[in-house]
């Protein structure tokens, strides 16, 4: 096995597909009920980060059997330096694993984080895997669990569903944007963004609140693969963004699609407007990506405002999904002891 630094930008397909083909194994084993993911635009998943992000990985790849064979992508990781802190992914071929190279792996991230001079690394970990034992043994803590819940659409009564969409009270509207927010619309969408992001506490997903960087993580989504679907609530006296959620149906899974932020403003609780919005959201989906079978979400356990909505639309918990975080000094230092 050989590990190297990897730029998903100049890899070669060959790489790609390896990779796709690992990745896939891993979610067999871990996660079977997720769907496999596809080609398309996965080196552009790979590769595109907002600005002033920068993400380094790595791969660990077989020797070649044949000449001219390069060589299977067993396993890989990437670290996204962000703020100051960097987000680790560590992936394992199910064939590859328990000798020692996903800590290998993560010890190449974790050097270049520490020489980089950032303080800690972050890891989302899927629970009842493997990898609650891998990073629990290389002394990571867990921070924040949320829990993933997934919507069946095939079981969904879409008249019910209708009628929640225009159960709302007196005064909004329900707008529907595939695509994004149009650029009129970026400042209040922005302003909707922040105030709760001033009220609430502990979100694991990146929430761009300021119109600049809502534009650059539109762009950046759009770059990856990933196509945002937007509703909201306009608040008809005022013309406020009284609510809003967003779903991403990425090009590499387009048949299960991602819960991004559902927000609805302080003022305007009470009247109905997650559910009409999320509903509305689903009655549009249904049209809009014919491929589509599956949403998936995640909510802090604490939500149980939001939980509820979910469970009245169908959604069934799946897993935890917990954030893990180490300081990197620490951990260098664990793995990497001075000679
Ligand atoms: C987590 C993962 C990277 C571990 O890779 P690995 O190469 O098997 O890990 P290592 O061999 O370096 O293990 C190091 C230590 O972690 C711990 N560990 C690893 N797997 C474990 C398991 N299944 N149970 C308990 N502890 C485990 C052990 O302490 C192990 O040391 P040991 O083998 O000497 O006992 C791998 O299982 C993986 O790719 N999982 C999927 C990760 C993921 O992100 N999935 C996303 C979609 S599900």
Not at 249 to 264: K, L, W
Not at 320 to 337: F, G, K
């Amino acid at each position: 096995m050989m590990v190297r630094e990897w730029d998903p930008r100049t890899a070669s397909s060959a790489e790609i597909a390896s990779l796709l083909a690992t990745l896939n194994a891993v979610l067999a084993a871990d996660l079977p009920q997720d769907p496999p993911w596809r080609e398309t635009s996965l080196r552009e998943y790979l590769a595109e980060v907002m600005p002033g992000e920068r993400r380094i990985s790595w791969i660990a790849q077989a020797e070649p059997t044949t000449p001219g064979d390069p060589g299977a992508v067993l396993g890989q990781v990437h670290v996204l330096l962000l703020g100051d802190i960097g987000v680790i992914e560590v992936l394992v071929h199910p064939s590859a694993r328990r000798t020692g190279l996903g800590r290998d792996l993560v010890l190449r991230a974790a050097r270049r984080v520490y020489q980089e001079g950032f303080r800690s690394i972050g890891v989302e970990v899927v629970g009842d895997t493997p990898a609650i034992g891998f990073y629990e043994s290389l002394g990571f803590n867990r921070e924040y669990v949320e829990t993933r819940s997934v919507l069946d659409l095939t079981s969904v009564d879409w008249a019910e569903l209708a009628e929640m969409a225009t159960g709302i009270g007196a005064g909004y509207q329900l707008e529907f944007f595939p695509g994004g927010p149009p650029d009129d619309l970026i400042e209040a969408y922005a302003r909707a963004k922040a105030e709760v992001r001033d009220v609430d506490d502990g979100e694991l997903r990146p929430s761009s609140y300021d119109p600049e960087r809502l534009r650059d993580s539109l762009d950046t989504l759009h770059r990856r693969g990933m196509k945002p679907y937007i509703v909201l609530a306009r608040h008809e006296q005022s013309g406020e963004v009284a609510g809003l959620t967003e779903v991403v149906v990425p090009a590499q899974h387009p048949t299960r699609a991602d819960q991004y932020d559902t927000i609805v403003a302080q003022d305007h609780r009470g009247y109905g407007i997650d559910r009409a919005i999320k509903a509305r959201m689903l009655l549009e989906l249904r049209s809009a990506e014919p491929e589509l079978i599956e949403v998936q979400t995640w909510n802090a356990q604490a939500n149980e405002a939001m939980l509820k909505v979910n469970a009245e639309l169908g959604y069934r918990p799946d897993r935890d999904w917990c954030e893990y975080s180490v300081d990197v000094a620490e951990l260098v230092h664990r793995l990497d002891p001075p000679r």
